[in-house]
């Protein structure tokens, strides 16, 4: 039987605030240990929360930019269950009524592009962390910086229909929190964690599988690999005839594979209340309408604006503005710039290349956009080949050194005068007279046979378009 995939994303990002949801404690990553908590954020006893007010600013941002709906009264809620890493017992979450709603994001599956459905995105705060020791110890420390740390969850709907689009929905995401610069999105420091929810069904068949939730994907890479594991596991199972165990499974990412944790545990588990110290959360038009003034261009409106701009094509587009540093990368490169769509294939290609082989950022390449500009000028001038280019390119990444002196320094400045080139062709028809008698009689591949005749003789530096355009030239009927 054939099965189709679904799966749901829920998504945890650690806003970016000063302070702390509801203490003034600092909200920063990697302080020394129990130094940023306070009676409040440790939950002693009678000591009552206040609720920052830029939390809900940010989360009506992010609700803003997924086109949810906001709503004007909301509430805080108690999710209670025990752990060392939480001392009050409870994390203040949203239960019945989430700040926002029904939103909606759009991915580029290949040509096509594809709504994802955003359920509802919730105010939630973080958890202390637990610190296992290395060495055989047999206890755990807890660091409670964290605890009180702001989160938005983000819900989405069960829409996506691969491990692929599961990646490229969290990709979207992420880029779009970064450029409303409201949480940091590190997956490495856990600032942007990502749960799956994946089952499978026939095809054609309208009711959803048994769902199994994945926790600990701390990569985008592990995200879809993780997916695709439990794709093929689920597949196993249900051609086997078996049942799927609803439960949560970790993914273990040395040894590739999931590994079952518990059992999934309902929502009445957690005995949801609503949060006495809290007050409601209720908001004005006005408030949400100044708050949609600030968003900045996001990566839609940004990918709409480099077609028309720079008139490149609707892939690229997506590609460079899928992060706020390639997009502003690539402007920067492609700015009054005679030849945009060359710089969009430079930064698609080299650029992107580079920085996945190396696991780099942008912002640590040696490449700066004005001797990316150089080295596109330099191949349309004819100065260089497109394989020398190459070169150079890999030597600036390298040494830094801008690419006029590189051409020179490895040799690859092209040969592009005119009547050297003449020269060299003249004495290449001259030593390959059967081959010239061939292309007279219409037999064009005999052309390529002496464009690389002229190109050997030239040492690989003659420019291989002039030198083209000359032997047609000479050998005009
Ligand atoms: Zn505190």
Redesign the pocket.
């Known amino acids: 039987m054939n099965y189709e995939t679904i799966i749901g994303l829920e998504i945890h990002a650690e806003l970016s605030t000063k302070s702390?949801a509801f203490?003034?404690?600092k909200n920063e990553f990697g302080g020394e240990v129990n130094t940023?908590?306070?009676p409040?954020?440790?939950g002693y006893p009678g000591a009552l929360p206040v609720m920052n007010k830029k939390v809900v600013e940010y989360a009506v941002k992010a609700g803003l930019a997924l086109n949810c709906e906001i709503s004007l009264y909301s509430k805080t809620d108690r999710k209670n269950y025990f752990y060392p890493d939480l001392p009050k017992a409870y994390q203040v979450s949203q239960y019945d009524i989430p700040l926002c709603k029904d939103g909606r994001v759009e991915i580029q599956v290949n040509d096509e592009i594809k709504p994802i459905g955003i359920t509802r995105i919730h105010i939630e705060e973080d958890a202390g962390k637990l610190i296992h020791g290395t060495t055989g110890e047999d206890y755990s420390l807890v660091d409670f910086n964290r605890s009180?740390v702001p989160l938005i969850e983000i819900v989405s709907e069960p829409d996506m229909r691969s491990p692929e689009e599961a990646r490229l929905y969290l990709e979207k995401l992420k880029g779009i929190l970064e450029y409303l610069e409201i949480s940091d999105c590190k997956m490495q420091e856990g600032s942007l964690r990502c749960d799956a929810n994946i089952s499978l069904r026939p095809v054609g068949q309208k009711e959803f599988g048994i769902k199994t939730e994945i926790k600990n994907m701390n990569s985008m890479k592990a995200l879809q690999k993780a997916l695709e594991y439990e794709v093929e596991r689920h597949n196993k199972v249900l051609s086997e005839g078996g049942t799927i165990v609803q439960e949560t499974r970790r993914w273990d990412e040395a040894k590739g594979i999931t590994i079952s944790m518990r059992a999934k545990e309902q929502a009445h588990d957690y005995r949801y209340f609503p949060e006495p110290d809290l007050v409601p959360i209720i908001l004005e038009e006005k408030w949400i309408e100044e708050i949609r003034k600030t968003l900045p261009e996001l990566p839609d409106e940004k990918k709409r604006r480099f077609m028309e701009e720079y008139g490149i094509p609707d892939y690229d587009a997506s590609v460079l503005t899928l992060t706020k540093e390639l997009s502003s990368f690539f402007e920067a490169c492609a700015k009054n710039h005679k030849n945009p769509k060359a710089i969009s294939n430079w930064v698609m290609g080299e650029v992107l290349r580079i920085m996945k082989e190396k696991e780099l950022e942008l912002k640590d390449l040696k490449i700066n956009p004005e001797s990316l500009r150089k080295l596109v000028d330099l191949v349309d001038g004819g100065v260089l080949s497109n394989t020398g280019a190459k070169q150079v390119f890999d030597e600036m990444f390298r040494s830094g050194k801008e690419p006029e002196i590189l051409v020179d320094e490895l040799g690859l400045r092209q040969i592009s005068d005119e009547d050297v080139i003449v020269e060299l062709v003249k004495k290449v028809l001259d030593e390959n007279k059967k081959s010239v008698e061939d292309y007279k009689n219409g037999k064009s591949n005999a052309l390529g046979f002496l464009v690389g005749q002229c190109m050997k003789a030239s040492k690989g530096k003659g420019n291989p378009q002039l030198i083209n355009k000359i032997l047609k030239d000479l050998m005009r009927i």
């Open positions: 702390k203490c003034s404690c940023n908590c306070c409040s954020c440790l009180g």
